[in-house]
């Protein structure tokens, strides 16, 4: 069995250590540009180049080392549709988010950020606190990294919302489905986490229309793709105080450029696409099961359905 493997940052070494481990029946071919690479049955790869379509097109399937296919699927038909695409499954990120969302979560709660902006100040000043009644918590998206975080915040007793595709039940949670069910769901989350993949319906979701039926003082975290929000019209609602705050790990232009108007506003808080990073060790492990199991003729979990996007 033959895999080709591109890594965009040109680090392959540890990942054909891992494969050695997990999958020792494989060879690897790396992926260079200007180079023609041999067939190879399958390719693990991370928002390859243009230039790597025509091998794309002729593997049984792709894996893709993200939980986040929007990377791929902008090349549309020319990855043939009849080759499946599998992402990654939780392979140990959703724990990180769920650390990333819950510090943020209580951060805004037990006002932190108020604090932090205080103590530069010099102000030693107990401010009212929140209640938490009034701090619904909204998360977009129950997937394998939003159910996560929702398990993660259940124990703080928080009212907790949720807005997916398709219709859910889940104990403890308020559930909402597709866009008939956004309105309310939006009116009454205090919070917002965006825990999407991008897709044609989810691009610049959280625009100003949206951001504005969220309740006044509300807190913004997008964990997602920076393309789910209307940049310049969230920086406006925080100029306004309509938005009290957000946190962002993702954004439209990665790095986010010097330029670019959230360095100078204190009330974003900006990370750098850290919120749930690829595990090597994890990943691989799941990669090599998953080979396994369509070698065999199993059913392989995470297929990417091309027709919704994720
Ligand atoms: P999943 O595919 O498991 O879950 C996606 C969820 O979004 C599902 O609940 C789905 O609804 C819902 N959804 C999709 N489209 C719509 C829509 N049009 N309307 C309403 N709900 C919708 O994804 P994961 O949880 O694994 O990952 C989510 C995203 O997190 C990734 O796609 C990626 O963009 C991002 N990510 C970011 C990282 C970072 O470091 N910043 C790292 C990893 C992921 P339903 O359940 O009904 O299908």
Known sequence: MRILLHRADGRTEPWLKDFSKYLPEAEFEIWHAGEKSQPCDYAVVWSPPEAMLPE??????IFNTGAGVDALLRFGDAIPREIPIIRLGDAGMGLQMAEYVTHAVLRY??????????????????????????????VLGLGALGMRVIEALAPFGFPLRGWSRTEKRIDGVQCYQGLDGLDTFLRGSRVLVCMLPLTPE?????????????????????????????????????????????????????????????WQEPRITI??????????????????????????????????????GY
């Open 56 to 61: 794309l097109a002729q593997v049984k399937a």
């Open 109 to 138: 709660f037990r006002r932190f950020d108020d604090y932090e902006r205080q103590a530069r100040a010099g102000i030693w000043a107990a401010l009212p606190p929140y209640n938490r009644e009034d701090f619904a918590i909204g």
């Open 202 to 262: 989810t691009n610049n979701l959280i625009d100003r229309s949206n951001l504005g039926k969220l309740p006044a003082g509300a807190y913004v975290i997008n964990v997602a793709r920076g393309a789910h929000i209307a940049e310049p019209e969230l920086l406006s609602l925080i100029k306004s105080g309509h938005i009290a705050a957000a946190t962002l790990d993702v954004f439209r232009n990665e790095p986010l450029p010097a330029q670019h108007p959230f």
């Open 271 to 308: 990370t750098p696409h850290i919120s749930a990073l690829t595990l090597r060790r994890e990943s691989v492990q799941q990669i090599a099961d998953k080979i396994r199991s369509f070698e065999s003729g199993q059913p392989v979990a995470d297929i990417v359905d091309r027709n919704l």
